[in-house]
């Protein structure tokens, strides 16, 4: 049942959660006549009704971050799911989710997954990225926190070190968004 419903969120997103560029058939895995959303930089004269447009200062760019980010949170359920019930102690739940987030780190970052600011607004795409950095950071304090409740002694587990570690995520945040913010977005690029 999940699985289907996760096909079915798959495939709005696909089309950008619009019903009319969705052709439904008996076998509801047939996606042969649905027409996808274009990403923004890819220009076809013909097709420019299927691109996304800016709606709202959080309008979604990129239908490939859309639907990379739909499968990162599908294989974190998954790993939340199936790995805690290893006897490792949740070492490799704690593993394998810093490296689905580094990922999702690299996808924001190579992604424009919100379209550039107006006015010397707040870009978004920094937002993200300063976001995904910030997550990077409090699922290694996670793993840290794992690691010594499992190898080390109680005395560990309340040590201030390991209380304050999570709140290196607000540098790591700063940090994504100045490196997100210096090199700019392809729309700069393009300007220039």
């Known amino acids: 049942a999940s699985f289907v ?50 709606e709202h200062p959080l309008s979604e760019r990129s239908p490939r971050y859309d639907i990379a980010t ?3 949170r599908t294989l974190v359920m998954l790993n939340t799911l199936f790995c805690a019930r290893l006897p490792d102690h949740q070492i490799t739940m704690a593993t394998i989710r810093i490296i689905l987030a580094c990922v999702l780190l690299v996808i924001g970052w190579r992604c424009e997954c919100y379209f ?5 607004g707040w870009d978004y795409n920094c937002l993200q990225v300063g976001t995904d950095a910030g997550l990077v ?17 109680e005395e560990t587990l309340d040590s201030w070190w390991l209380t304050l570690t999570p709140l290196l995520a607000l540098p790591s945040f700063f940090g994504g968004y100045y490196l997100r913010k210096k090199r700019g977005t ?3 690029k393009v300007a220039a």
Do not use: C
Not at 25 to 50: A, C
Not at 137 to 153: E, P, S, W
């Open 186 to 188: 392809s729309h700069d």
């Open 116 to 120: 550039p600011p107006m006015l010397q």
């Open 137 to 153: 950071t409090t699922y290694a304090a996670a793993l840290a926190a794992v690691i010594a409740g499992a190898r080390l002694d």
């Open 70 to 72: 739909l499968i990162m």
């Open 5 to 54: 419903l996760i096909v079915i969120v798959l495939r709005l997103t696909r089309a950008y959660k619009k019903l009319a560029y969705i052709e439904m058939k008996p076998n509801f895995l047939n996606w042969s006549g649905d027409l996808p959303m274009l990403e923004v930089d890819e220009q076809h004269p013909s097709l420019h009704r299927r691109e996304r447009k800016r």
